[in-house]
């Protein structure tokens, strides 16, 4: 792997992984009725378009496909050719059809305690029709963008299935960027309209959501209507509002009708933009389709989480504003009609023991978060989780980032009472849908292992060349053939689609996933991490590229290299060093802060370091590449590695003597 990309500490680590050999088997009742048995995987590697056609039929479709993959011009896939669906019927109207209207589809909790509502499936199909022909009144239409930014309410959902339903893909912007990050994702998709609220809930405060949308519509033109929820009843401010462009939810929706006929679209119609980090400065907008996303979302739902949607209530703690809250929250349980918890807030808000009373109140059965969440929920000890009755739990899932295996055990020990399967679950926004996991009534899981790819789905660790590596080694991880959600291409960039994931191996068909991980003895997958300049704070993807940039951007800058340290509780922190300018004056508390609060703006709060040192030189290569491997070696506190490649070794002894100023 690359000098950026490998810190000294991934061999050691990799050891200590390798050497965990605790395993635990699915439980007998949950193998004996499992949704997917072991011969799924021999079944679909044989004929796997009948495979996939077969996972197609979960939904509803118009118009059949007459072709299962055109894959003719590859990176270019199409799937289910010719075939034509409506997701928010597949999500909504069918269910109720189906006589399964007053089915309760969503347990939503705000996080104000006893601020609670449920909606029953004719709810939401009459919520969403309300929506569907509201957003069609201010102007939008097949195709057009939508963006969505807003709290984790009712209204999140509906919209984004009100888009689906008339043909504007959505983008849904998480509530934690700035105005900054919020303009450019609208601008790159030219949003016409955007979904907001006037502020939600966090920590027991309410914070304001609306200002940042109008912040943005100074820095970009493209908005012609902005939609406010009313949420926390904030004051908007003196300017805050513009009859010209916002409207009111409660005049616009509650106010339309309930009756909507969705049309069918073509399965390659647009189904949404979501952006991430990529390796440069401009986040990603990743373009999903219809049919192949739909059936992913779904087939893994049902297949991961072993979902019977008779008796499960399903919750999933992330937020919409990531992709898992857009395969695990809106798409694939609603296509499977599950009944699920959503929840506004925190988890341990107003209470540490908030999520456990949640799993305690709703008897949720099937439980999928992340191991930073595990992490710190870890340090608080058994004690809070013991108060609570969660013997309704069947399956536990973890995604965003790579499982530590104590993490694994407390989870499956403390929460699932020994009784769970741990589903550790390895996808990307990129992906759309979960492709290497355990199957909670076929593995064995191994703590800290995503095991092997699900059936359909065929993924492989390699070496530079792009061969296999033998078990026991390790090297980039690839999926090597397409997948019905796979992403179709980069909003607006064909040609970065094609460089960024399908031009790192010569062999043509490679989907380079920019993840480093290692087969075991068995044959195994453990992901270990990006191999890019990709971080992963939280289980969120942070660009080390974006950050610099924004530091950059700040008068008092010069230069400045982040890395990604490994951090307990956050799996890895922010750490930037940044060298000032000669007029900015000598650094000190302020500045730091100053800087600290300039990232905060430019990106948002999920970004801002946890550390940043000013210093006078950055270590960098003949070549003048800076060698991030060395100044992660100083954020994690370990002797400085190899130096000899640097220009001048001696800036490393200056930042490493704590010459640097830091927070
Ligand atoms: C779903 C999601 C994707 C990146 C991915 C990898 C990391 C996600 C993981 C995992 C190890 C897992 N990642 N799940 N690493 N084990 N089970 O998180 O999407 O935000 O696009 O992040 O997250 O590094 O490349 P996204």
Not at 483 to 501: A, E, H, N, Q
Not at 592 to 607: F, Q, T
Request: charged share 25%.
């Amino acid at each position: 792997m690359s000098d950026q990309t490998a810190p000294s500490s991934t061999d050691q680590t990799l050891a200590n992984l390798l050497k965990e050999d605790r395993r635990f088997e699915p439980p007998a009742e949950l193998a004996a009725a499992a949704n997917v048995t072991a011969d799924a995987y021999a079944a679909a590697k044989t004929d796997r378009e009948a495979f996939w056609a077969e996972q197609a039929d979960r939904l509803s479709w118009d118009t059949r496909w007459d072709r299962v993959l055109d894959w003719d011009n590859p990176p270019f896939a199409k799937w289910f050719v010719g075939g034509k669906l409506n997701a928010a019927y597949n999500c909504v109207d069918r269910h109720v059809e189906a006589g399964r209207g007053d089915k309760v589809a969503i347990h939503w909790v705000g996080e104000p305690e006893g601020d609670t509502r449920d909606l029953t499936y004719a709810d939401l199909q009459r919520e969403v029709s309300k929506a569907a022909n509201a957003l069609t009144a201010l102007g939008v239409g097949t195709g057009d963008r939508v963006a969505i930014y807003l709290p984790m309410i009712p209204e999140a959902v509906v919209t984004m299935l009100a888009c689906a339903r008339i043909g504007a893909p959505h983008t849904v912007v998480f509530g934690g960027f700035s105005a900054d990050a919020l303009a450019s994702r609208l601008d790159d998709c030219q949003a016409k309209v955007v979904v907001t609220a006037d502020g939600g809930y966090r920590r027991g405060a309410a914070s304001a959501l609306k200002p940042a949308v109008d912040e943005a519509r100074t820095k970009t033109d493209v908005v012609e209507k902005v939609l406010v929820v009313r949420r926390t009843g904030q004051d908007l401010g003196e300017n805050g509002w513009d009859d010209a462009v916002d409207v009111w939810w409660h005049d616009a929706v509650d106010n339309a009708s309930d009756q909507h006929t969705p049309e069918a679209f073509d399965a390659e119609h647009p189904l949404y933009v979501m952006y991430t980090s990529g390796t440069t400065g401009k986040p990603k907008g990743i373009l999903h389709t219809t049919g192949g996303y739909l059936t992913g979302a779904a087939y893994t739902h049902h297949a991961v989480f072993d979902l019977k949607p008779e008796t499960d209530v399903y919750w999933c703690t992330a937020d919409i504003g990531w992709v898992t809250g857009h395969s695990y929250i809106v798409y694939g349980p609603l296509a499977n009609g599950v009944t699920q918890v959503l929840y506004e807030g925190t988890p341990d808000s107003p209470e540490p023991g908030r999520w456990w009373k949640i799993i305690q109140d709703y008897k949720v059965s099937l439980f999928y978060t992340a191991p930073t969440a595990i992490r710190s929920f870890m340090k608080q000890g058994s004690e809070i989780p013991d108060q609570y009755d969660m013997s309704s739990l069947r399956i536990l899932g973890s995604v965003g980032e790579p499982i530590n295996p104590e993490a694994y055990v407390w989870y499956r020990h403390v929460i699932g009472g020994d009784r769970t399967p741990v589903v550790d679950t390895w996808w990307q926004t990129e992906t759309g849908a979960v492709m290497i996991s355990p199957l909670p009534g076929v593995t064995a899981g191994k703590p800290g292992s995503a095991m092997t790819a699900i059936p359909g789905i065929e993924a492989d660790v390699v070496d530079d060349e792009g061969n296999s590596v033998p078990n026991g080694s390790g090297g980039y991880l690839v999926v090597t053939s397409p997948w019905p959600s796979m992403l179709r291409t980069i909003w607006g960039d064909d040609d970065r689609y094609v460089d960024t994931y399908w031009s790192r191996f010569k062999k043509e068909g490679f989907y380079f996933a920019g993840d480093g991980a290692k087969k075991d003895d068995d044959g195994d997958i453990w992901v270990l991490g990006r191999v890019d300049d990709v971080m992963n704070v939280s289980g969120h993807r942070l660009s080390t590229t974006e950050i610099e940039s924004a530091l950059v951007s700040h008068p008092k800058v010069a230069e400045a290299a982040v890395v990604g340290a490994s951090d307990p509780d956050t799996g890895q922190a922010v750490v930037a060093y940044v060298i000032l300018r000669n007029d900015a004056g000598d650094g000190g508390a302020e500045i730091v802060k100053e800087l600290s609060d300039h990232v905060r703006k430019e990106i948002g709060p999920i970004a801002k370091p946890r550390q940043i040192m000013i210093v006078p030189e950055l270590p960098k290569t003949r070549s003048g590449k800076i060698m991030r491997r060395l100044l992660r070696d100083v954020a994690e506190g370990r002797q400085v590695g190899d130096t000899q490649t640097l220009a001048d070794a001696s800036i490393m002894d200056l930042i490493s003597a704590g010459q640097a100023t830091s927070t």
